[in-house]
């Protein structure tokens, strides 16, 4: 029951880094806990990053693992999505979604989407 917007896609070189934001619009988050998504042609929505509603703890796909960090400022009712070590098979389209309850890493543990950002990386 939120409205999320995505920012922050653009396109960066292999070893790169691009810093993501989602805003909720409308209504606040900061009781809820938020992940990260991404999708790539032809290939399933995948969990990429999560964290508490607190922000005390968080959890990545092994893919990005030391890579990315996942926060969040409740205050600006936005989640962020720092990603650094770019490889190209980052590629994709990256959306944020509010869990339905508490921390979680599958599609259907997640209620409200973002439309999605586009993030390429080169070679």
């Known amino acids: 029951q939120v409205q999320l917007v995505e920012s922050g896609g653009g396109l960066v070189q292999a070893g790169g880094s691009l810093r993501l934001s989602c805003s909720g619009i409308?209504?606040?988050?900061?009781?809820?806990?938020m992940g990260w998504f991404r999708q790539a042609p032809g290939k399933e929505r995948e969990f990429v990053a999560a964290?508490?509603?607190?922000?005390?703890?968080?959890y990545y796909a092994n893919s990005v693992k030391g890579r990315f960090t996942i926060s969040r400022d409740n205050a600006k009712n936005t989640v962020y999505l720092q990603m650094n070590s770019l490889k190209p098979e980052d590629t994709a389209v990256y959306y944020c979604?509010?869990?339905?309850?508490?921390?979680?890493?599958?599609?259907?543990?997640?209620?409200?989407w973002g439309q999605g950002t586009q993030v390429t990386v080169s070679s």
């Open positions: 979604a509010r869990a339905r309850f508490g921390l979680a890493v599958r599609v259907a543990d997640y209620g409200s």
């Open positions: 409308g209504r606040a988050f900061s009781s809820y806990a």
């Open positions: 964290i508490t509603w607190s922000g005390d703890s968080t």
